[in-house]
């Protein structure tokens, strides 16, 4: 016979939240290890020598091979792996070949550079792209301002179309060169983050720009706004109170993946501008073949992206009405 606590936690235990969340940590763990196996070989995959490489080619053969032998690079492929996943439990990310500094302290420094002009780049996209892609669709509604609709659709092709680092170098060239508005490079204060945040930022507000207009046009066009309107509701009212909400579920999932992927975008955006990220320090240490620095840097980036992307499920389950979930 079942105890009473075994019946109590029977429902719990299949409570669809429960299931839900269950699923989506193990897609998590999952995800985390195949990033960690996939940084690992990765890097050591790629041909060189990082420890001559960090000695320099007039290093004697002795001391390269000590140096190996310290690092454990002397040995296999499986037993570094075996060796390496043991230090990652207890936080120890290595030690960098070329500075000798600790990677746990260089990420720790590096990182929330990183994060902080990720997050300012999603700001900026939600306060530009929700209300003007809702105001775009009730302007052009139903072929009204055909030119303005143009324009639109014209511009936000363009800039969804063009890469970060394109973006990054023609901003640089013309802000910072040719106008001397802004600076080229580095984080010197608050006008320093104008630049990357904008490289950043236009491409992925060009996309959400489009999506929230086509939503909108689509309630626009619903009945029960042809009801609200018949009700003579004044245009703010309408637009905040039926339009808005409507149509901006449907863009949460895009936005909600936006965060990872400014995260990950970083890196090339960060060189261009020399930013003091994990970005930069992560392309430095491709060249140096830095194993320890590269490693580090990927599994960070790519666990964080894993993370909120995990946390941006949870939310968009708890804000979207017609959630399966939250109706049972």
Same mark, same amino acid.
């Given at each position: 016979m079942k105890t009473v606590s075994a019946r109590l936690g029977a429902p719990a235990r299949h409570h669809p939240w429960v299931v839900f969340c269950c699923r989506r940590a193990t897609r998590l763990v999952v995800s985390l290890f195949i990033v960690v196996t996939a940084s690992f070989a990765m890097i050591r995959l790629i041909p060189g020598d990082p420890v001559r490489a960090a000695l320099g080619v007039d290093a004697p053969p002795d001391l390269v091979a000590a140096k190996r032998h310290e690092l454990g690079l002397d040995r296999s492929l499986p037993e570094q792996y075996w060796q390496h996943l043991p230090r990652l439990t207890h936080g120890d990310l290595g030690v960098s070949l070329v500075t000798g500094e600790p990677v746990a302290d260089l990420v720790g420094a590096r990182?929330?550079? =990183?994060?902080? #002009?990720? +997050?300012l780049a999603f700001v900026c996209v939600l306060v530009v792209a929700l209300p003007g892609g809702l105001l775009a669709a009730v302007w052009t509604h139903r072929g009204r301002r055909p030119r303005v609709e143009l324009a639109f659709?014209? =511009? =936000?092709? !363009? $800039? /969804? &179309? +063009?890469p970060d680092f394109v973006l990054a %170098?023609?901003? =640089?060239? &013309?802000?910072?060169?040719? $106008?001397?508005?802004?600076? +080229?490079? &580095?984080?010197?204060?608050?006008?320093? @983050?104008?630049?990357?945040?904008?490289?950043?930022?236009?491409?992925?507000t060009a996309v959400l720009l489009r999506i929230v207009r086509v939503e909108t046009l689509k309630v626009l066009d619903t009945d029960y706004l042809r009801a609200a309107r018949a009700k003579r509701l004044p245009a703010v009212r309408l637009h905040?109170?039926? !339009? /808005?909400p409507n149509a901006?579920?449907?863009? #949460?999932?895009? /936005?909600?993946?936006? #965060?990872?992927?400014l995260i990950a975008g970083t890196v090339l955006v960060e060189k261009v501008f020399a930013?003091? &990220?994990i970005g930069s320090a992560m392309a430095q240490s491709v060249a140096?073949?830095? @194993?320890? !620095?590269?490693? %580090?840097s990927v599994l960070v980036l790519g666990s964080s992206v894993l993370v909120v992307n995990f946390l941006v499920d949870l939310a968009l389950a708890l804000l979207d009405p017609r959630s399966v979930i939250r109706k049972t």
């Open positions: 990182l929330p550079a =990183t994060l902080l #002009l990720a +997050v659709t014209a =511009t =936000t092709s !363009v $800039l /969804a &179309g +063009v %170098a023609g901003l =640089t060239a &013309g802000l910072a060169v040719a $106008l001397r508005i802004l600076p +080229v490079a &580095g984080d010197l204060g608050p006008r320093s @983050y104008v630049l990357p945040v904008l490289a950043l930022a236009l491409a992925p905040l109170c039926h !339009v /808005a901006l579920t449907a863009s #949460l999932t895009f /936005a909600g993946n936006l #965060l990872p992927a930013w003091p &990220g140096a073949q830095d @194993y320890a !620095v590269v490693e %580090a």
